[in-house]
C-alpha cells in the first residue's frame, strides 16, 4: 500500500480530505459510486459534510470504511480522525441506534397492543354478560296450582333457560335448546306437590311450587297438604 495522508482536524476537512484522495486515485464520483455500492447522493451528502442528512452515525461509519477501501486507505483511522475532529459527525449520532433495535422496539409495542386489545374484549364481555349473570333466571310452568284431574298420568311442562340448571322436585331435567322441558309423572290419589326450581351460576334461585290433586273413583277427599320445608 502506497503512502496514504492522514487526515487532521487542524489542516484538511473532510471534504477537502476525501477530494485530494480521490484527485490521487483517478477517481470520479461515479467510479467512487460503483466501487462502494454507495447511491451518488450519499457520497456527495458525505463530501460536503452534510451528517445532518445521512442516517445514523453508524451507517456514516459504514460508508467511510467502504470510501476508505475504494481509495486505498485505512478506514478506521479515517473515521476516527474525523469522528475527533468533526462536530457534525459526532452530532449525527453515536448514539443511535440502528434500525434493527427500533424494529425490535416496534414488535413489543405491537405486542402489547394486541394484549391490551383482548384485555378490553374480555372485559367487554365480562360487562355486558354481569346483568345476565345476576338477573333472576326465567321459569314458567304450563299448568295452573291445585289443578283437579281424574287420570293417574300427568305431564309437567313448561319453559326455562337451559344455560341454567332445572330441577322438580329435586331430580334435575335438561330442558330442550329452546328452553322447553316436560316430564310424565304418575299421581297418587290426592294431593300431588311438585317443586320447580332454577338455579344459575352464581347463585340466583327462582322456585315455582304446584299441587295437582288426582280424584280417584277410589280416593277420598284431603285437604291441600303442606309443602315440605326442604322447599
Known sequence: MTPQPQPTGETKSLSVFLADMMRVRSMTLEKLTQATGISERYIRLILEEKFDKLPAAPYVHGYLVKIAHALNIDGEELWQGYLKYSDALRRSGEKDKLPENRFISLRVN????????????????????????????????????????????????????????LTINNEILYPDTNGAFRKVVELSPGFNTFVFKVKKLLGKEETVVRQIYYKSTTSTPETPSAIPSNY
Do not use: C, H
Not at 354478560?129 to 338477573?135: A, K, Q
Not at 296450582?145 to 300427568?154: G, I
Open 110 to 165: 405491537k405486542k402489547l397492543v394486541i394484549a391490551g386489545v383482548l384485555i378490553l374484549i374480555v372485559v367487554l364481555y365480562i360487562a355486558f354478560r354481569i346483568p345476565s349473570l345476576l338477573s333472576q333466571p326465567s321459569l314458567a310452568v304450563s299448568f295452573e296450582n291445585n289443578m283437579v284431574v281424574a287420570e293417574p298420568t300427568f305431564v309437567l311442562a313448561g319453559t326455562a333457560d337451559p344455560k341454567n340448571e
